[in-house]
């Protein structure tokens, strides 16, 4: 992650122009405060947890273990998503993880905020269960 610490940064810095967030672990975790969520969902706003990779930005956060998380009762139209798995953490609580198996990320072009639209768009009228 060293060659791409000034890449975290700035990105960052950026992300927080238009989100309430917090950074943990020295940039491993970054929690998005208050994540409006589109309509249909059992809440109005959520957090959203989200693990950076080593080699961010060359590999986006959700694929593999480098998951992006949801609280884990987080419910649309009252149902589970289908691509939402439960995971319980006993330093980080009950979330749920969306199983992202492909992500279309270009590290030339996108930076967090695009995954935040990425995030927005699979949670806009998802599949459930």
Not at 3 to 19: M, T
Not at 38 to 44: I, Q
Not at 82 to 98: A, N, T, V, Y
Not at 114 to 127: C, D, V
Request: proline share 8%.
């Amino acid at each position: 992650m060293a060659q791409y610490v000034d890449r975290l940064i700035e990105d960052l810095e950026i992300l927080s122009l238009g989100y309430d967030i917090s950074v943990e672990d020295n940039g491993e975790r970054i929690i998005i405060h208050n994540f409006k969520l589109p309509p249909g969902y059992n809440y109005n706003t959520t957090e959203v947890l989200i693990m950076i990779p080593d080699d961010y930005p060359v590999k986006p956060p959700g694929i593999g273990s480098d998951r992006i998380y949801l609280p884990a009762d987080l419910r649309f139209h009252g149902k589970k998503l289908d691509e939402f798995r439960d995971h319980h953490d006993p330093d980080l609580g009950d979330w749920g993880w969306f199983c992202f198996e492909n992500i279309d990320w270009d590290m030339t072009r996108d930076d967090l905020n695009s995954l935040m639209e990425i995030i927005r768009t699979n949670l806009t009228n998802p599949p459930t269960q």
